[in-house]
């Protein structure tokens, strides 16, 4: 069993920053694969970024430049450090650790507003 805890959401102005992070509770976090997505108000859930067990990174088109995943296994984390914030980025985010099974954070909230 994963536990995660997500941290760093809050209230920016556009072109603001913020940092992420998600804590991960048991063993073998090297192995798993991760993900953050991100839910806005009436809208489904999107993947913003992956990070594999190898380092791999992607993201969704509308992050790109924007956005970086990347990943501490000695301290079980996952961040996403996000720059130029928009409106538009205005979301509940979540992390997810997927191996055999899959697990989520319980999210936290990021507003990007004037």
């Given at each position: 069993q994963v536990q995660l805890v997500e941290s760093g959401g809050g209230s920016v102005q556009p072109g603001g920053s913020l940092r992420l992070s998600c804590v991960a509770s048991g063993n073998n976090f090297s192995m798993y694969g991760l993900n953050w997505?991100?839910?806005?108000?009436?809208?489904?859930?999107?993947?913003?970024a992956t990070i594999t067990r190898g380092g791999t990174t992607t993201y969704t088109d509308s992050?790109?430049?924007?956005?970086?995943?990347?990943?501490?296994?000695?301290?079980?984390?996952?961040?996403?450090?996000?720059?130029?914030?928009k409106p538009e980025d205005t979301a509940v985010y979540y992390?997810?650790?997927?191996l055999v099974n899959t697990?989520?954070?319980?999210?936290?909230?990021?507003?990007?507003?004037?």
């Open positions: 997505y991100r839910q806005a108000p009436g809208k489904q859930r999107e993947l913003v992050v790109k430049g924007r956005f970086t995943i990347s990943r501490d296994n000695a301290k079980n984390t996952v961040y996403l450090t996000m720059n130029s914030l992390c997810n650790a997927y697990y989520w954070g319980q999210g936290t909230q990021v507003t990007v507003s004037s």
